[in-house]
């Protein structure tokens, strides 16, 4: 048989069977083992090691000297913007460069990191106003109407939330400041 033939066979039999009344087998009647149900394998996730991401950023802040060559790589801007507000992945001094990089950000991806950044800082702010609300009534001896969870309005993912929940005050303050940092200039590069 012919290649042609085939696509033909595969066609009619595939007709067929979208033709095939689809009717209910009766109760009484044995019915055919089922199949097991496959998984589809989720996509394995590949861990960018941090300092690919600098030596990136590297590479962009000396693309104008000689000899070196910079060329745009889309997993890496997308792992940066995702991470930059972990310390432990991306660095004070690879964040620096990072803000000189996301300066030349432009369009969707700009209004993204700014909506992103903007959520992270009223995320904080709310934090805090909790925190001092609950510190001031621990001084008045009241007792807290929440339940205690620094749940946020759903605007963040999951994972990300689970995230800001597991920081300590610390760690909270300096994503606060990074978002800060990051908010300032996109709005001032807007202008």
Request: charge should be positive; hydrophobic fraction near 25%.
């Amino acid at each position: 048989a012919t290649s042609e033939e085939k696509i033909v066979k595969k066609r009619r039999k595939a007709k067929r069977k979208l033709e095939a009344p689809r009717t209910a087998a009766p109760e009484n009647e044995e019915k055919a083992p089922e199949q097991p149900v496959r998984k589809k394998k989720g996509r394995q996730q590949k861990v960018k090691d941090p300092t690919e991401a600098a030596s990136y950023l590297s590479a962009w802040k000396h693309r104008n000297e000689g000899g070196n060559v910079w060329k745009f790589n889309k997993n890496a801007q997308s792992w940066l913007i995702r991470h930059m507000y972990e310390t432990e992945k991306v660095t004070k001094s690879t964040f620096t460069t990072l803000t000189e990089y996301l300066s030349g950000l432009q369009g969707a991806t700009k209004t993204r990191v700014l909506e992103n950044a903007t959520q992270r800082v009223i995320r904080y702010k709310n934090w805090e106003k909790k925190m001092d609300n609950t510190k001031e009534e621990e001084d008045n001896d009241d007792e807290a109407d929440g339940d205690g969870d620094e749940k946020d309005d759903g605007n963040d993912d999951e994972k990300d939330q689970e995230r800001w929940n597991s920081l300590d005050n610390h760690n909270k303050r300096k994503e606060y400041k990074r978002a800060r940092i990051i908010m300032d200039l996109m709005k001032r590069n807007e202008s």
